[in-house]
Structure formats: structure tokens, C-alpha cells
Nanobody, 129 residues
Framework: QVQLVESGGGLVQAGDSLRLSCAAAGLQFSVCAMGWFRQAPGKEREFVAAISRDGITTDYVDSTKGRFTISRDNARNTVFLQMNSLKSEDTAAYYC??????????????????????WGQGTQVTVSS
């Protein structure tokens, strides 16, 4: 059974930092491209960041570029999202997602919800201004 378990969310003030983690089990993590999405109340789930299977390629939604960093540790089957200079508009539930890929797609990143096969349950991030 595939499990993606997010952690690291919390209540912080604007300008603070948080580091989210997503631990994967039940799948071959090293062949998966990974992504982070977020969903604020009353809004659709949106793309935040993605990292390729080989860890070389990353992409971010414009509103987080320069503030968020996605990374992965294949030895720990974990993907991270370092979030700096947090703003109130970053408040949302954050979800990690996994997509199994082939070696020919090792450098690809995926920005659409529909492209991912597995999802975690989410971790709440609340930023007070």
C-alpha cells in the first residue's frame, strides 16, 4: 500500500520559515517524480513545486520562486519543501504527490494534479500577518 505522509506544517508569523517533509512508503521512490500542491479554503488545489525523478530539474509556481525550495533524499524516501519568507497568502493545506516515471522521463517535472498517481493527506500551514 502506497503511503505519502506529510509533516512540518504549523502556525507561523509572516516572514518566518517552515520545512515540510513527505515520507513515502510502499513505492519505489527513486523512480518517482514528486510534487507539492496546496489548497486554501474555497479554492482549488494548486501547483507549488515539483522535482524530477533524477533530482536535477525543479519548477515552482511564480508566487513562490525565490522563497521555496524543493529537494529530495532518495536514501530516506523523502521529499522536502523549504519555505522561507512566508506570507499570509501561503496559508493552505499542503499536499505532496508522486508520479512513477520511466528512465526516459528522468528529467521531467509535472505541474498538473492529473499527472500524479499518489497523494498524501496534507499538512496545514497557517501564516499570520
Amino acid at each position: 500500500q502506497v503511503q505519502l505522509v506529510e509533516s512540518g506544517g504549523g502556525l507561523v508569523q509572516a516572514g518566518d520559515s517552515l520545512r515540510l517533509s513527505c515520507a513515502a512508503a510502499g513505492l519505489q521512490f527513486s523512480v518517482c517524480a514528486m510534487g507539492w500542491f496546496r489548497q486554501a479554503p474555497g479554492k482549488e488545489r494548486e501547483f507549488v513545486a515539483a522535482i524530477s525523478r533524477d533530482g536535477i530539474t525543479t519548477d515552482y509556481v511564480d508566487s513562490t520562486k525565490g522563497r521555496f525550495t524543493i529537494s529530495r533524499d532518495n536514501a530516506r524516501n523523502t521529499v522536502f519543501l523549504q519555505m522561507n519568507s512566508l506570507k499570509s497568502e501561503d496559508t493552505a493545506a499542503y499536499y505532496c504527490a508522486a508520479r512513477s516515471t520511466t528512465i526516459s522521463n528522468s528529467g521531467d517535472v509535472y505541474l498538473s494534479r492529473q499527472q500524479y498517481h499518489y497523494w498524501g493527506q496534507g499538512t496545514q500551514v497557517t501564516v499570520s500577518s
